[in-house]
Structure formats: C-alpha cells, structure tokens
C-alpha cells in the first residue's frame, strides 16, 4: 500500500500489482512447478507446457525475476518457496488457494466496476458453484476453494486450538467446516471430544477424505445440508463457526447465530472465528480488503465489525462475548455462553 504523502511511482506499483498475481495465478494452473523441481530448458518447458517457446522462456524469466524461480545459465528451477508450497502431492503443498483465487478473478474481480455501480455481481449467486452436481468444472473449482481453505486454517488451527477452552466439551459442532481442518485439530487436542461438521454434499466428500486421512472416522461424523435451510442439530457443547458470516448478509447472520443458540446445550460455547473489521469499518486492512473481496463475488457478504458481531450474539442471548486475537494475522474470534 502507498504511503502517505507517498509519490506517484508508488501508486504506479499498485497499479501494476496484478501483474505478479496474474503470473502465479497462472504458473500454478499450468502445474508448471512440478516440471522445474529439476533444472529444465526454456524449450523443454514449453515442450512439457505444449506452449509456445518464445512466450514461455519470457514467462520464465519473468518468474525468475519475482524469485519464484532460479535461473543458472539457460536453466530454471524451483526457489526454496515454490517446491515447498506449489509442488503436487507434497504435505506442505498450497496452490489449491492460488488456483481459488484465480477462479473468484475471473469470477468477480473482473468485474468490479459494475459491481460497485450496481450494487451486486452480474450473476444472481456467483457462489452456486459450491451447491451443483454440474460439470467437471465445478467440481475442480469446489476442490480448489475447500482444500485452498486447508492450505490457509491449517496454520491457525493449532494457535486457534490453543486459545479456545475445549475442557469438558464432549459434543461439537463445525458449522459451514470445509475440509474439517479444524474439528480434526480439536478432535486431536482433546480425546474425549467428539465433532459434527455440517456443509453442502460437496464439501462434505472432501471433509470425509480429511477426516479418514487422520484416522478420525469414528470420533467425527458429517452431516450434509444448507445451513440457512436445514437442522443443524442440538444437544451440543460447542459450536464453531469459522469465516462464515462474511458470506451472508446481516439478516442472515442473525439467522446463524438465532440458530446456533437454539442448538447449544445450557452453558454451552459459541466461538465465531472470521475477519473482523474494528469500529471504522476502514481498519485494519485485511479485513477491510476482504470486505471489498466478498462485494465482488458474493451477492451481500461483507466483514463485519467485531463489535456488530458481539451484538447479534447478545441479542440471541448469549453472554456478552469475549474478543480472542490468537496471533497477529486477520482474524480474530468472538466466544460467548448460552446462558
């Protein structure tokens, strides 16, 4: 972000900000750190690629320049970064969230200036995606946002599991749980505890793979529908809504919370874990970017502010909530008891 007071070069580097986005977008789609684990030619690439050699050994460059790979003589290879985290089939590998986020540019960001005119996207949902039995398409893009939303709480889960209070919670519930990653965290920090993930057929075929992975299928069962329509369930000790609300509209917030008050047990905890603006609304800057990120592709999500959030948990009923900051990052969590 520029400065202050900051010359025009500096706004000229936001200007081009794309650019570098665009580039990994790209590379990662392509699959293309795969091939560089080992030093490869500009042609042997674009043999690999079935791409142009011209354009590809500029491409290559360019990704050279950013560090994302190392050029020796006419060779290039990965950088320490790239194998580590946009190599296929190793532990650590994230580019599912890159590829997403290829997906909501082409998807909503493109498109921005109409959708500051009008209020909404051009399409009635640009999220029906995630609800279809459609073509193989949607299936890869499903694939993508759920494990992109592993590759990002898989880091949090631990500093998440650390500042809740799971001491003598026996049923919980994860509520919209993508790929599980954090029921499977709390599951594993405490052995009596036993989970519930609630989310749309498709991400609950990706949530069950996760949780059989971590040998967690007879202490976490799944159970598929649509949150705003369907039972959730009751009789729970715990319920766990991570970055959720930014999705819906205020109305239906309220609707979540009303509803996952009704299935807590007395005295039972309800954690909201998202990215909270503070009262400005304007800071700090994660959560105000994604804000403008849920106006391009959602229909009538925003971030919210922490404060408004605390409200609505109040005026369901539960105890004035507690703000939890687990690390320096964006996100931050409300925990509050049904009294």
């Known amino acids: 972000m520029p400065a202050p007071g900051g010359d025009f070069l500096d706004l000229l580097a936001m200007a081009r900000g794309f650019q570098t986005s665009k580039m990994l977008m790209v590379a990662v789609d392509l699959a293309l750190f795969d091939f560089l684990e080992e030093p490869r030619s500009a042609a042997e690439a674009a043999s690999w690629l079935k791409a142009d050699d011209r354009a590809t050994g500029i491409f290559l460059n360019g990704l050279a320049a950013l560090g994302l790979v190392i050029k020796e003589v006419d060779y290039f290879r990965n950088s320490e970064q790239a194998s580590r985290f946009l190599v296929r089939g190793k532990d650590q590998y994230r580019g599912e969230i890159i590829k997403h986020m290829e997906h909501t540019w082409d998807r909503g960001w493109d498109d921005l200036q109409h959708t500051v005119l009008a209020g909404r996207p051009r399409e009635t949902d640009p999220e029906k995606w995630l609800d279809t039995k459609g073509p193989q398409r949607d299936e890869r893009e499903i694939r993508a946002f759920i494990c992109g939303m592993d590759a990002i709480a898989r880091d949090l889960a631990p500093k998440v599991t650390a500042a809740l209070d799971l001491k003598g919670v026996e049923r919980l519930l994860d509520l919209g749980a993508g790929p599980a990653t954090y029921a499977i965290a709390f599951a594993k920090a405490q052995p009596s505890l036993k989970a519930t993930v609630f989310d749309l057929p498709g991400p609950i075929k990706i949530a069950q793979e996760q949780i059989a992975k971590h040998g967690l299928s007879g202490r976490i069962d799944t159970l598929a529908g649509n949150f705003l329509e369907d039972d959730i369930g009751r009789g729970y000790d715990f319920i766990w809504v991570s970055q959720i609300l930014h999705s819906h509209d205020v109305a239906q917030c309220h609707l979540i919370i009303n509803?996952?008050?009704?299935?807590?047990?007395?005295?039972?905890?309800?954690?909201?874990?998202?990215?909270?603006?503070?009262?400005?609304?304007?800071?700090?800057?994660?959560p105000a970017m994604f804000s403008v990120h849920m106006l391009a592709v959602t229909p009538r999500g925003r971030s919210y502010t922490w404060g408004e959030v605390a409200e609505w948990m109040a005026e369901a009923g539960l105890t004035p909530p507690q703000h939890l900051r687990y690390d320096e990052g964006d996100a931050s969590i409300l925990v509050a008891k049904k009294k």
């Open 259 to 286: 509803k996952c008050f009704q299935a807590l047990n007395p005295g039972g905890t309800l954690a909201i874990h998202d990215f909270f603006l503070n009262k400005d609304g304007a800071s700090p800057t994660g």
